[in-house]
């Protein structure tokens, strides 16, 4: 695979016909600012450094790699290795973002931070990085999702942020986002929006997917260390995408390794009720970007369902679009009932409960294993862990917990 | 010429602003909307906004959010906006009229297939919130082939160096977006405003609508003073949002806020007190 391919976005920040800017012009100038800023100290020794300390010290990097032995043999095929970055301060990848965007909101001098969010991980993660640095922090979150949520709101409160329950449109993280943007297009003087995924005008995808790609690196030197050579196959999940190109993305040139992006199917994709952009929709504007869309005849943004609260989005990331388009990833699609048998089994297996939406992603690795050969080896990302899912998954069984 | 350019033309030898009043297509249900444009022209609008109903409009304040799930709930389509314009076309053939919107319908429909259509409806200019120039050049290129102004944003944030840019891609007229905020925001600074056309001017002869923040008469007077036309969208949609449950009443309410405004930008800026002697508000 050519260089070129890791190279992107251009320098407007396409990826192919995918990504862009699509904003109200108001948000152009600070998007040139931002950009600027990022292209500054990206390169700069004294920005990385303290990007490193932090992702060691505070989010406690590396995360392991740990060999899922039990479960490897128990499915009978490739040697399954998880990312653990469940193990991570607040639970989930998300923090390796919002602490590198928190340092550019410090360097830009902005003193108030917002953010979206719709199972609260990345809240939880925005809200905590704004209470170590004394920022004032707004989390705009759908009103359903408020009512889903009830944990990671509290946390969210708990560590100082104000959470604003959105009424409009369908009440989930697709409306969070528009409200988000529009605080961003009120506020754009003193406050820094955090982005959640690779999602969202340039260059949000381009940094969100920066810092992300730890991940992945870290991944491939683990996996190096213990088996001596490159994994087969890397499988996440996709919701927006943040978890998934975090682990692609340092190995894109790699072509002998085969990647899995796993969408939730929700109720199947067949029916109406899926949040699989990628696997049933089809490419439109929507937040900024060019992408895969779940949407009706008339480009109307349509309500999508999922288990997972974190993979409940009509949209995903554009390099993913574009990924699919050039087939160097393929995009599978898991429902809620494969998603959820995956959460029992690791936890019952392995001993680790995994949030509903690295679920997807163990689920796929499931069906994917058995057709291995058993000296090959394939990495999860294990992007969050379960206790946030505890709720749903005891109300699926009936239980009051 | 086209009707955007004879528009402004015959307001200009008149000494006058236009007044363009927006409101959202099939808000509250389809039908009100053809009478309610022949309504507003009647009541002095010069142009006519139509907002074409989008899922996520982004850049929205309440009101017109909810203008767009009234609307939607009725499945107002882009294709039923444009059938809307060619009924008002049946009997209006000069009033400008603009869609206003978001991307995503008109991707979805086709960028040739939406230019073919709205031409043939008689659609004079299309605004698309989401698509700044950097983005806009294939469908530019389409619109133009039709005769169809593209209307593009400028805002208190752009750079001398875009407004340039933004301008020379522009026909018809520029929009200058008054605030940092969403439509009906309410922190409308009129110098401010001024002194942001002044900058416009110097790199553009066409003429600049100037919306966001202005919500009765009286603002509508101040920005006509500093622009050339005035847009009036979340007040507009407010009165129809007033009358949703009761829609016999909306032209006449939405009537009486233009008339108004068209009295107070005509009488020129508020020198001598007049709009007290005409309205009683004291202002």
């Not at chain 1, 095929?77 to 923090?95: F, M, Q, S, W």
């Not at chain 2, 909307?33 to 002095?44: D, I, K, N, R």
Request: hydrophobic share 45%.
């Amino acid at each position: 695979m050519s260089s070129e391919v890791a190279d992107l976005p251009d320098a407007s920040g396409h990826f192919g016909v995918y990504g862009g800017r699509f904003v109200a012009e108001t948000l152009i100038e600070p998007l040139d600012e931002l950009t600027a800023a990022y292209e500054r100290l990206k390169n700069d020794a004294g920005f990385q450094a303290e990007l490193d300390r932090d992702l060691a010290d505070y989010v406690g990097r590396p995360s392991p790699l740990y060999f899922a032995e039990r479960w490897s043999n128990m499915l009978g095929g490739a040697k399954i290795y998880l990312k653990r970055e469940d193990l991570n301060h607040t639970g989930a990848h998300k923090v390796n973002n919002t602490i590198g965007q928190a340092l550019l909101a410090k360097h830009l001098g902005k003193t108030r931070i917002i953010a979206e969010t719709g199972a609260g991980q990345h809240g939880v993660a925005s809200a905590t990085v704004a209470a170590r640095l004394g920022l004032e922090c707004v989390v705009y979150m759908g009103a359903e999702d408020v009512k889903r949520q009830a944990l990671n709101v509290y946390r969210m409160k708990l560590l100082g942020a104000t959470v604003v329950p959105v009424e409009s449109g369908s009440k989930t993280l697709k409306d969070a986002l528009n409200e988000a943007m529009r605080d961003w297009v009120t506020n754009v003087d003193n406050t820094f929006y955090i982005i959640g995924t690779v999602a969202g005008p340039h260059p949000y995808p381009m940094l969100v997917r920066d810092f992300q790609a730890i991940i992945g690196r870290e991944a491939k030197q683990q996996i190096m260390a213990a088996e001596g050579r490159l994994p087969d196959a890397l499988i996440a999940c996709v919701g927006g995408g943040s978890n998934a190109i975090g682990l692609f993305h340092p190995f894109i040139e790699d072509s002998d390794v085969a990647m899995y992006g796993v969408e939730a199917a929700g109720d199947g994709i067949d029916t109406p009720r899926h949040a699989a952009p990628l696997c049933a929709g089809r490419p439109g504007v929507l937040h900024g970007n060019r992408t895969y869309l779940v949407e009706d005849d008339n480009g109307q943004i349509i309500e999508t369902h999922s288990i997972s609260a974190g993979l409940d989005y009509p949209g995903v990331g554009p390099e993913h679009a574009w990924l699919k388009d050039i087939g160097r990833a393929n995009y599978v699609a898991v429902n809620d009932d494969e998603a959820l048998k995956a959460f029992h089994d690791l936890t019952k297996i392995e001993g680790i409960m995994p949030a509903l939406e690295s679920s997807h992603a163990l689920a796929y690795a499931a069906k994917l294993a058995p057709t291995m050969r058993k000296d090959q080896t394939i990495i999860v990302n294990l992007s969050g862990r379960g206790d946030k899912d505890i709720h749903t998954v005891a109300g699926l069984e009936g239980i009051t917990v | 010429m086209s009707r955007i350019k004879a528009c402004f033309a015959a307001l200009k030898a008149e000494n006058k602003k236009a007044l363009i009043p927006f409101v959202t297509a099939g808000d509250p249900n389809p039908a009100v909307t053809v009478p309610l444009m022949h309504v507003m022209v009647e009541a002095g609008a010069d142009l006519l906004e139509l907002g074409v109903p989008f899922s996520d409009p982004m850049a929205e304040g309440p009101t017109i959010q909810k203008a767009c799930e009234r609307a939607l709930e009725h499945g107002t389509s882009l294709r039923d906006v444009l059938a809307m314009v060619s009924e008002f076309r049946h009997t209006n053939s000069t009033t400008p009229v603009i869609l206003m919107g978001y991307m995503n319908p008109v991707e979805i429909m086709g960028y040739q297939a939406f230019a073919t259509a709205a031409a043939e409806a008689g659609v004079d200019g299309l605004l698309t919130v989401d698509m700044p120039p950097e983005e806009a050049g294939a469908l530019v290129e389409v619109l133009k082939a039709v005769e169809i102004d593209p209307i593009f944003l400028l805002a208190p944030t752009t750079t001398d160096e875009r407004v340039a840019k933004i301008c020379a891609e522009a026909s018809g007229f520029v929009y200058y977006v008054s605030l940092k905020g969403v439509t009906g925001a309410a922190n409308l600074d009129v110098a401010a405003v001024d002194a942001k056309l002044a900058q416009i001017r110097r790199h553009t002869e066409l003429p600049i609508g100037v919306g966001f923040g202005i919500r009765d008469a009286e603002t509508a007077q101040r920005v006509a003073a500093v622009a050339d036309a005035v847009v009036v969208g979340s007040a507009v949609v407010n009165r129809v949002a007033e009358n949703a449950e009761s829609p016999e009443k909306i032209n006449e309410a939405v009537a009486t806020l233009l008339c108004e405004m068209r009295v107070a930008m005509d009488a020129g800026p508020p020198k001598v007190g007049w709009f007290a002697k005409l309205f009683g508000t004291g202002k």
